[in-house]
């Protein structure tokens, strides 16, 4: 992303943010993996949205006031020793390059750039009485982040600040997106669509899955400045019944559908496909039936995607298309036996991006379509994703050109083998 895409989000927020507020925002910390090692960092992507700095505790702080806005940046300053073990951290002149953030300081300075803020008979920076915060809350035992923290803390400082939450304001930013953040989705789903073809090529009975795994990480990473944008499912017969399946440690059997459910990173914007190939090349006639009314509901529930819409519309429509297809299936029992998930989610900066309850569809706004049918006793697991644009006149698939129709499986298999 250009530096001019995070001035513009940081423009857009602070037009929504209470006046006399400070709101900050934290890239988020190392995770300890073992006793010498960590887990790779991960931005957190509303700091990102707004600061577009990947570096592990810097603060982001916005203050508005009197209708004005100004933003300061808070990074680490270099370690000399430890620079030569790890790196070195960005200097100020490069994150001013990087957020277009003019005011970068020192984390050694933020106590007393928030000291002044809430003591104006002392300081002249101004009089806040509100402090904003992405409270993301997850429910798990145990569970905190450092604006949960930080709020714990600054209340008992400051107990006549109001606290509020950030979190929805930039989701709802984030919901839709810019031009140059669908073309870094496009760019994902493309490099996403060779990496599927790579598989492709390879599949055929006797491979573990997790060879067909490695196809498509080499495909990311050779010659090409990707990353996965979540851990790859590669699901062979019985194991692709099982919705986040990760262990791929199977053999392909001879008859064995393949669930493919993988994306690529471009820079922090995503993709995420699922296609289910036969390994042989060729489907089965009880493959073909379950993957053609698989296939039939995909397309349908991208023709009925608008603005206007709801996920509540867009489960409910679904789900009575999938209904009407297990009974032509011949299938005993109620539809969650075979069909355990919803149609889709956002899609953005995360795979599963956030977005704020029950809003309507709007153009701009990026999501996946995804049905699935999940035969447990027949060892048959089906699942058709998507990644569609809401425009103004309806949805525009975004990964059309990742095949998907049976006899173009069953040529680009034939021709690669």
């Given at each position: 992303?250009?530096?001019?895409?995070?001035?513009?989000?940081?423009?857009?927020?602070?037009?929504k943010?209470?006046?006399?507020?400070?709101?900050?925002?934290?890239?988020?910390?190392?995770?300890?993996?073992?006793?010498?090692?960590d887990?790779?960092?991960?931005?957190?992507?509303?700091?990102y949205?707004?600061?577009g700095?990947?570096?592990?505790?810097?603060?982001?702080?916005?203050?508005?006031?009197?209708?004005?806005?100004?933003?300061?940046?808070?990074?680490?300053?270099?370690?000399?020793?430890?620079?030569k073990?790890?790196?070195?951290?960005?200097?100020?002149?490069?994150?001013?390059?990087?957020s277009?953030?003019?005011?970068?300081?020192?984390?050694?300075?933020?106590?007393?750039?928030?000291?002044?803020?809430?003591?104006?008979?002392?300081?002249?920076?101004?009089?806040?009485?509100?402090?904003?915060?992405?409270?993301?809350?997850?429910?798990?035992?145990?569970?905190?982040?450092?604006?949960?923290?930080?709020?714990?803390?600054?209340?008992?400082?400051?107990?006549?600040?109001?606290?509020?939450?950030?979190?929805?304001?930039?989701?709802?930013?984030?919901?839709?997106?810019?031009?140059?953040e669908?073309?870094?989705?496009?760019?994902?789903?493309?490099?996403?669509?060779?990496g599927?073809?790579?598989?492709?090529?390879?599949?055929?009975?006797?491979?573990?899955?997790?060879?067909?795994?490695?196809?498509?990480?080499?495909?990311?990473?050779?010659?090409?400045?990707?990353?996965?944008?979540?851990?790859t499912?590669?699901?062979?017969?019985?194991?692709?019944?099982?919705?986040h399946?990760?262990?791929?440690?199977?053999?392909?059997?001879?008859?064995?559908?393949?669930?493919?459910?993988?994306?690529?990173?471009?820079?922090?914007?995503?993709?995420?496909?699922?296609?289910?190939?036969?390994?042989?090349?060729?489907?089965?006639?009880?493959?073909?039936?379950?993957?053609?009314?698989?296939?039939?509901?995909?397309?349908?529930?991208?023709?009925?995607?608008?603005?206007?819409?709801?996920?509540?519309?867009?489960?409910?429509?679904?789900?009575?298309?999938?209904g009407?297809?297990?009974?032509?299936?011949?299938?005993?029992?109620?539809l969650?036996?075979?069909?355990?998930?919803?149609?889709?989610?956002?899609?953005?900066?995360?795979?599963?991006?956030?977005?704020?309850?029950?809003?309507?569809?709007?153009?701009?706004?990026t999501?996946?379509?995804?049905?699935?049918?999940?035969?447990?006793?027949?060892?048959?697991?089906?699942?058709?994703?998507?990644?569609?644009?809401?425009?103004?006149?309806?949805?525009?698939?975004?990964?059309?050109?990742?095949?998907?129709?049976?006899?173009?499986?069953?040529?680009?298999?034939?021709?690669?083998?």
């Open positions: 992303m250009k530096t001019e895409f995070f001035i513009n989000n940081r423009k857009r927020y602070l037009e943010a209470a006046d006399n507020s400070l709101t900050l925002l934290y890239s988020g910390r190392f995770v300890q993996k073992s006793y010498d090692q887990y790779p960092f991960e931005v957190n992507k509303d700091f949205y707004l600061a700095i990947n570096q592990a505790n810097v603060i982001l702080a916005l203050v508005k006031s009197g209708g004005e806005g100004r933003a300061t940046l808070f990074i680490e300053e270099n370690d000399p020793v430890l620079s073990w790890v790196g070195s951290k960005l200097t100020i002149d490069e994150a001013r390059s990087l277009g953030i003019e005011d970068v300081r020192y984390l050694d300075a933020f106590e007393r750039f928030t000291f002044a803020l809430f003591n104006p008979m002392r300081f002249s920076a101004g009089r806040i009485g509100t402090l904003l915060l992405d409270l993301e809350r997850v429910d798990l035992p145990g569970y905190t982040n450092w604006a949960l923290e930080y709020a714990t803390e600054f209340a008992k400082k400051y107990p006549e600040v109001d606290i509020r939450n950030a979190r929805e304001t930039i989701l709802g930013l984030r919901m839709v997106k810019t031009e140059e669908v073309a870094a989705i496009k760019d994902a789903i493309a490099m996403t669509k060779k599927i073809e790579a598989i492709m090529k390879a599949a055929r009975a006797g491979l573990y899955e997790y060879q067909l795994d490695a196809c498509f990480d080499f495909a990311l990473k050779n010659g090409e400045n990707y990353d996965l944008a979540f851990e499912i590669v699901a062979a017969g019985k194991n692709a019944t099982i919705l399946y990760v262990a791929k440690r199977d053999l392909i059997g001879a008859d064995d559908l393949v669930l493919l459910d993988l994306g690529a990173r471009s820079g922090f914007h995503v993709s995420d496909i699922t296609r289910t190939i036969p390994v042989s090349g060729r489907f089965t006639a009880r493959q073909k039936e379950v993957y053609a009314a698989v296939l039939e509901v995909n397309k349908k529930c991208i023709e009925f995607l608008k603005p206007g819409l709801t996920w509540k519309d867009m489960n409910e429509y679904a789900r009575e298309l999938l009407a297809a297990v009974k032509k299936l011949g299938l005993a029992g109620e969650d036996k075979y069909y355990y998930h919803s149609i889709g989610h956002f899609i953005g900066l995360d795979t599963h991006d956030p977005g704020v309850a029950d809003a309507k569809f709007e153009p701009g706004m999501l996946t379509i995804e049905p699935g049918l999940y035969i447990e006793e027949e060892g048959i697991g089906i699942r058709i994703e998507d990644n569609c644009l809401i425009t103004a006149s309806g949805a525009v698939n975004l990964s059309k050109d990742i095949i998907k129709e049976i006899d173009e499986i069953e040529k680009f298999m034939a021709a690669a083998h």
